[in-house]
């Protein structure tokens, strides 16, 4: 059990020892909550309680850099009516995600 943080090439390695320990994101999110510990989570998915002061950050400095999301899709013809009603879905929903920014390293 160890959380990896920083570049590949710099690694720093905690080593872990949990006492309470989940493989559901709703879970973990549920025990943050509640101060049983700490979770590494995707900014997205708590944005609204860091914002709201119900969860802090840790750790600034070891956060990765963010990634883009892309929507791929075969072809540029004609896409049938579920691929189309999801990609819709899907690139509205992406778009509405509050954007969690970089805190000052410094």
Do not use: C
Request: hydrophobic residues 45%; charged residues 25%; aromatic residues 8%.
């Amino acid at each position: 059990m160890e959380w990896r943080f920083g570049p590949r090439k710099r690694t720093t390695v905690v080593r872990l020892s949990p006492r309470f320990l989940v493989n559901d994101a709703e879970t973990r999110f549920v025990a943050a909550r509640a101060g049983q510990g700490i979770a590494r989570v995707l900014s997205y998915q708590v944005s609204e309680e860091l914002e709201a002061g119900a969860l802090v950050r840790l750790l600034p400095a070891f956060e990765p850099a963010p990634l883009p999301v892309h929507l791929v899709a075969l072809g540029s013809g004609h896409k049938a009516p579920k691929v189309k009603a999801f990609l819709d879905y899907a690139a509205a929903s992406l778009a509405g995600l509050r954007v969690i920014r970089p805190m000052d390293k410094g």
